[in-house]
T-cell receptor
Framework: DAGITQSPRHKVTETGTPVTLRCHQT?????MYWYRQDPGHGLRLIHY???????DKGEVSDGYSVSRSKTEDFLLTLESATSSQTSVYFC????????????FGPGTRLLVL | QKEVEQDPGPLSVPEGAIVSLNCTYS??????FMWYRQYSRKGPELLMY????GNKEDGRFTAQVDKSSKYISLFIRDSQPSDSATYLC?????????????FGQGTTLQVKP
């Protein structure tokens, strides 16, 4: 298995509170991604990073921000959580871009009450 | 209309059956086509990867791409209960950081012993 960990694995929070999810990799891959997975929608890209401090928006970026200060860590922040952000969040990594194999982490289950 | 359409199922088959999973897409610029397998409460893992049109075989799995029809398929021969999972198709244009990976909704497969 690719060395990807996500923390926390489960989280329950209240509407309006900030939440930060962490993705950590030990593969030294350049690209890192955050996806959310919801029934009927499959996986949708939130944000991605193509290097330290280099990030860009994905399909569903509203209400989310990201940061990457080190190659191995990619943080996803929900500035003010809403119930519509209840989802399963997956981090993924790849060596050199979207056309390369993406390796996924185990996921974080987030419930916003 | 979604860029990538996939019948969510569920699909239930007896052990040993041939399974056919399909996706259609609308953007003719897609060049790389992938199938991911996702077991319950796990992250997706890459199963098959093809570039452009044609077939690719790996053991019991065959991936087919028909770009003229904008249609891709995954065939599983001699299906096993361990094949029970959700299968996600995914595709990208091929550019390293502008050709984002687009996923289908996933098809849930159950193989009954």
């Amino acid at each position: 298995d690719a060395g990807i960990t996500q923390s926390p694995r489960h989280k329950v929070t209240e509407t309006g509170t900030p939440v930060t999810l962490r993705c950590h990799q030990t593969e030294n891959h350049r690209y890192m991604y955050w996806y959310r997975q919801d029934p009927g929608h499959g996986l949708r890209l939130i944000h991605y990073s193509y290097g330290v401090k280099d990030t860009d928006k994905g399909e569903v970026s509203d209400g989310y921000s990201v940061s990457r200060s080190k190659t191995e860590d990619f943080l996803l922040t929900l500035e003010s959580a809403t119930s519509s952000q209840t989802s399963v969040y997956f981090c993924a990594i790849s060596e050199s871009g979207f056309q390369e194999t993406q390796y996924f982490g185990p996921g974080t289950r987030l419930l916003v009450l | 209309q979604k860029e990538v359409e996939q019948d969510p199922g569920p699909l239930s088959v007896p052990e040993g059956a041939i399974v056919s999973l399909n996706c259609t897409y609308s953007n003719s610029a897609f060049q790389y086509f992938m199938w991911y397998r996702q077991y319950s409460r796990k992250g997706p893992e890459l199963l098959m990867y093809t570039y452009s049109s044609g077939n690719k075989e790996d053991g019991r799995f065959t991936a087919q791409v028909d770009k003229s029809s904008k249609y891709i398929s995954l065939f599983i021969r001699d299906s096993q209960p361990s094949d029970s999972a959700t299968y996600l198709c995914a595709m990208t244009f091929g550019s390293s950081n502008t050709g984002k990976l687009i996923f289908g909704q996933g098809t849930t497969l159950q193989v009954k012993p």
